[in-house]
């Protein structure tokens, strides 16, 4: 029974982190991993459905119904993620001020009501408007919820949770493109509604009742959180479990502590990472190979919908299987995935710049760059990691998506514009150069953070050897004492 019983152990801690060595530490975080993952997940799962929507509708009738032209599309998510960047600093000083479970939710409803008035839209000029209004209300989730793990988590338990996080979102993605293909099939017409305005109101309808639910259960961060099925024993053990790995700081950003983070690499180094890597999704955020496939002919509506779905679940696979790796490694090393990520996004764009190749090429090019999507969720745990200050860390955190955004902002109007449809030539090759600039900066942090642990460790060794000095002197001292 001993080597099953190890052998279960070690195949439990490979799939969900460290085991925790107290009862009372398991049955912790056994509750958060049900109450705190359950809502983030469910509420980043409706923030892509309501987000992704828009390419699914464009190629099932909005585009003819609204007599879209041109880069038209582009600017839908352009404005999107221009509302984003301007609601990110907002969104995350109104967290330092109120509850999370309360602004969570009510951030929700907002972009939940706003899913609901795109059923209705007569223009793209209307589109333009409640697009850049989502990204105000849909900013507030990302970076916010990674604080959250990053409070309640150790470092061996990160990765996974960050994976189900990001996966949850790419679930939300991958159901939009379902969830069109069967509303076109069975609703397009119905009471007078195109399928892709009733897409809207059924995704509306599902994001409503998950905001309620994180009114209900969401436990805040261990420092302030009232849940009522966590007991007071369970509180002080949140804060007290963390500790040992960090410095734990819970201050409030002030001007002297800015300078500090900036005086660091780490603000620098992670931004520039997920500014450049945050572009190998480019492939699945602009639903290229929907595009593709429309404009080549050949295919249903349904089957326009359905086929990308493909590129998803490449996504949520290599997340989950690249998280629970680099949690299963000694050193938590999450550099590797990085690699693997911009390999996959090369191999992608050779597939689909050589035209002549067979269409089933095309296929696996497209397929295989879902693999984009497992750097999202190993980045921002690298970065929650390397951070031992809780007010660094969600500085870090914060500036990561929005330079991320920033560029964003402009990347598909200049690489993937849907004009470009179906061969994007200019973007395939735009990504061939994202990868490579990927793996300079992915190797520039990895450098900074290995000198700086050698640094730290050569300062405790060499505290070390002043100690025992001191100490033999002091031996020695009393040794001279006790012969006089």
Known sequence: MVP?????????KFMWGEIPETKAEQFLLLKIDWFILSYCCLMYFTNYLDRSNISNAYVSGMREDLHMHGTQFNKFNTLFTCGYIIGM???????????????????????????FCLSVVKNVNQVYAIRFLQGIAESSTFVGTHYVLGSWYKRGELGKRSGLFTSSGLIGTLFSGVLQAAVYQHLDGIDGRSGWRWLFIIDGVITLPIALYGFLIFPDVPATTKAFYLSKEERVLANERLQLEQTASHGRLTWDR?????????????????????????????????????????????????????????????????ATWTDATPSRARWPVLVWMATAVTIASICIVHWSSPIGAKFFGYYIAGASYSGQATTFAWANQACDDDVERAVVLASMNMWNNAVNAWWPLVFYRATDAPRFRRGMWAMVGTAVATLLATYLVWYLERRETLGRTE??????????????????????????
């Not at 479970?101 to 706003?114: A, D, E, K, S, Y």
């Not at 070390?464 to 009393?478: I, L, N, T, V, Y």
């Open 4 to 12: 099953f019983s190890g052998s279960w152990r070690a195949a439990r």
């Open 459 to 484: 300062t405790l060794e060499a505290r070390g050897r002043e100690d025992e000095r001191e100490s033999e002197k002091d031996h020695k001292f009393a040794v001279d004492e006790k012969i006089l």
């Open 258 to 322: 800015m300078r500090m983070i900036l005086s660091r690499w780490r603000y620098y180094g992670f931004s520039l990472l997920f500014a450049i890597s945050g572009e190998c999704e480019s492939f699945g955020s602009n639903n290229l190979m929907g595009q593709w496939l429309s404009a080549i002919g050949g295919f249903t509506v349904e089957q326009v919908d359905y086929y990308p779905c493909g590129v998803t679940a490449v996504g949520i696979a290599s997340t989950l299987i690249c």
């Open 89 to 115: 600093v907002p969104n995350n000083l109104m967290l330092q001020r109120v509850s999370p479970r309360i602004w969570f939710p009510t951030m929700q409803i907002v972009w939940g009501i706003l899913t």
